[in-house]
Each structure stands twice: as C-alpha cells, then as structure tokens.
C-alpha cells in the first residue's frame, strides 16, 4: 500500500491479507516520500495487528538508509529492498537493522538483469535475507519482454532455483496489475505455483480470494498428504524406503518431502494441526 495514503494502509490491515506492505518507493511521488515514511515509521515503532512489511527505496536513490533507520522499529516484519544492485546493498541493509537492534528480514526485490544474473549471490549474501522476489514490471522493462511469455518464466524459474539452492523459502510472486481481470490473475497464478511459486503478492483486496485459491492447498491436498504420512510411517516400521499407498502410487522419499510441504503451508495457515 502507497506508505501515504493511510486509508489504504487501514484497509489492508482489515482485508484478507495475510501481511501487509507499505510502500515508500514506487507508489509514493517525491513530494510524499517524507510522509510516507513517518506513517511508516509509526506503524512499525507499535505492534500491527499483522505482519508488516515496508518497501525501502533503493540504495542508489539515495532515501534507502533513512528509510530503513525509521522503520526499523518491533512491528517490522521485514524490509523490502527494491532494485538491489549487489551484495553491498544487502550487507548494508543489514547493518543498519543491526544497529538499530531489529530482527527483521530483508527481502530482496531482483528488477534488473544484472541482478537476476547474481540472485544466488545475493540470497547468500547476508544471513538477514528471507526471501527473494522479482520486480516483475522493472524486469520487464529491462529486458524488453513482456509478462507472460517464456522469458520471464525462465526469470521465475531463476529465482526459484535459487532461492532453494540458497535454502530460502519458495518466492511470492509479483503483483497482476489489472485488479479486474479475475481470470488472468488466476491462471498466471496457477501458473508460477506450477513453477515453485508459494503465494503471491496483492496489489488490491479483491484480489486475494483469487490468490487464496490458488496457493491455500485444498482439504483433497491436505488429505492426500496426510495420507503419504500414513504409509510412510507403515515403511518405516517395516524397514522400507518405498512402499504403495492405498491408491497403488509409490510413496518414495521424494513425494514424502512433497507431502511435509504441503503439511507444512497448511499447518501454518491453521488449516490443520500442528501435530498433523
């Protein structure tokens, strides 16, 4: 949400959302960026009823190191680093959350190519980092392509692969810009969930049934995981790695993981219990 404009910010906080991010970058004009970062700076310095993010602006811009120094109070969940440019920028945020004693992460916005061609040096670049995400429309723009097409599904897979390799949690994915095509935002969805994608991010409340849908796993997923649990637990007790589940599909190491995954997402979404 535009870091100025509070009504907005209130909104997200009663939405559906399951965070919320306030912007003092892109969304914010030059002449606003002083008051968006004082609503900014008062929300985080309390306790939101939700986890709260802030979107920094760039080191280059020259307004990164003040805006992370006012936000960094105990309601920051994390910083969102726009247009990173190297592992200098990350290691400085990071210094400068340390300094002010916050425990945020720092999640790391990839819109250029030069970055998307270091994204596992910058997902290790700093213990403070938490996530990686693409800055789709910046991407775009520097890559002369367009969203959906096959070039920047290979820029999603990158950062993916990535993340994993770096052992971060599976990126969100950018943004869909027109609020009111329902259907697009469900299909490009369903799409980077087949890529790697965990959730994705809102530019507008009414999108997030949409998003739900799409990423929240369904009590037939819940099920079916729950239920690879169960004959994996009957492989272990007979001292085997494989065995086939009630359906006749071979339950093997790698669909457990799959099934822990599952398990895991809608464990902390409290789809199920913890001891599921």
């Given at each position: 949400m535009p870091g100025h404009q509070t009504h907005?910010?209130?909104?997200?906080?009663?939405?559906?959302?399951?965070?919320?991010i306030m912007d003092l970058e892109d969304a914010v004009p030059i002449t606003e960026k002083p008051?968006?970062?004082?609503?900014?700076?008062r929300i985080t310095a309390a306790l939101p009823p939700k986890p709260t993010f802030v979107r920094v602006n760039s080191m280059a811009s020259?307004?990164?190191?003040?805006?992370?120094?006012?936000?960094?109070?105990?309601?920051?969940?994390?910083?969102?680093?726009?247009?990173?440019?190297g592992p200098d920028d990350v290691k400085h945020v990071a210094l400068l959350l340390a300094e002010a004693g916050c425990t945020a992460s720092i999640h790391l916005l990839i819109e250029t190519a030069y970055a998307l061609e270091i994204a596992f040096a910058l997902a290790t670049s700093s213990p403070a980092v938490g996530?990686?995400?693409?800055?789709?429309?910046?991407?775009?723009?520097?890559l002369r392509i367009t969203a959906e097409g096959p070039t920047m599904d290979a820029c999603r897979s990158r950062v993916v692969i990535a993340s994993r390799a770096a052992g971060l949690p599976s990126p969100c994915q950018?943004?869909?810009?027109?609020?009111?095509?329902?259907?697009?935002?469900?299909?490009?969805?369903?799409s980077a969930k087949n890529l790697g994608f965990m959730s994705r991010m809102a530019l507008h409340p009414m999108q997030i049934p949409a998003i739900h849908e799409v990423f929240t796993p369904t009590p037939e997923e819940i099920a079916d995981a729950q239920a690879v649990l169960r004959a994996a637990e009957i492989a272990e007790g007979e001292n085997r790695s494989v065995v086939l589940n009630e359906r006749g599909s071979v339950i093997a190491p790698p669909v457990l993981a799959s099934a822990r995954n599952v398990l895991r997402l809608a464990t902390a979404l409290n789809l199920v219990e913890a001891s599921a």
């Open positions: 907005l910010i209130e909104r997200a906080y009663e939405s559906q959302a399951d965070a919320v008051r968006a970062r004082e609503t900014a700076s020259g307004r990164c190191e003040a805006d992370v120094r006012a936000v960094a109070g105990p309601g920051l969940s994390g910083v969102r680093l726009a247009k990173v440019g996530m990686l995400s693409l800055g789709e429309s910046d991407l775009c723009a520097d950018s943004v869909f810009l027109d609020i009111y095509d329902t259907d697009a935002l469900l299909r490009t969805s369903r």
